[in-house]
């Protein structure tokens, strides 16, 4: 425990080194950003790529990187030709968590108030599927962000943990919550009580992370999962992704119930007709999002 404090003091210190996050700059379409890099990839350009851009502060997450982020969530989102996401960061740090001195000084009644980090769970709206490609650091809040993704892939050298309780705090964008429900009571309890991290060998182990790769080749990965996603149809592959996250929300009663009725759905939609047709026909299909 002593050691992992030591390596958490220089962690938090890196995050303490630069200066605060600058006021967001006006965004304009086309106009680049200042905190994120993003590009379309894939074969056909079909997947929206977002990559954290702050590396002297490991990616800390500053209000205006995540400004820019859910802007550039909702840029990808409105896309007709972007069927799937991937969110990455640095090889050294995915994110190594919130800006703590951007937070510093706030009092109760101005995180009250303000709402404070509300307008961090717009990456849950997001109706595309989105894929987190983590390497290095994912911590506090950065591993609140990989767990607001609907899958997680890591680099060998990935960790997660959520250090909240070492600061005097505990997570505040849904930590405590995601991460019981993704790796059990048992361990999420030991994470955040301790602060302990965890290794991507031992995330994976725990149901957190569905695959490990090599650092180099982990983001080429996810984009190659995000294109077999977006060579589906992306009506249906909301609809899934809905039914999936209902069950975390509902009873297996309820949960069938949404599930029954999603498929039912799918039943009025041209890409349904299309898809069993071209089974049968023994011919790949071709989806019209509609």
Known sequence: MASLRVVLLGVRHQLQLPARCPALRPFASGANFEYIITEKKGKNTNVGLIR??????????????????????????????VGAIVLTGGDKAFAAGADIKEMQSRTFQDCYSSKFLSHWDHLTRVKKPVIAAVNGYALGGGCELAMMCDIIYAGEKAQFGQ???????????????????????????????????????????????????????????????????????????????????????????EGNKLEKKLFYSTFATDDRREGMAAFVEKRKASFKDH
């Open 163 to 253: 250090p909240e309780i070492l600061l005097g705090t505990i997570p505040g964008a849904g930590g405590t919550q995601r991460l019981t429900r993704a790796v059990g009571k048992s361990l999420a309890m030991e994470m955040v009580l301790t602060g302990d991290r965890i290794s991507a060998q031992d995330a994976k182990q725990a149901g957190l992370v569905s695959k490990i790769f090599p650092v180099e080749t982990l983001v080429e990965e996810a984009i190659q999962c995000a294109e077999k996603i977006a060579s589906n149809s992306k009506i249906i592959a909301a609809m899934a992704k809905e039914s999936v996250n209902a069950a975390f929300e509902m009873t297996l009663t």
């Open 52 to 81: 954290l851009n702050r590396p002297k502060a490991l990616n800390a997450l500053c209000d205006g990187l995540m400004k820019e982020l859910n802007q550039a969530l909702e840029t990808f989102e409105e896309d007709p030709t």
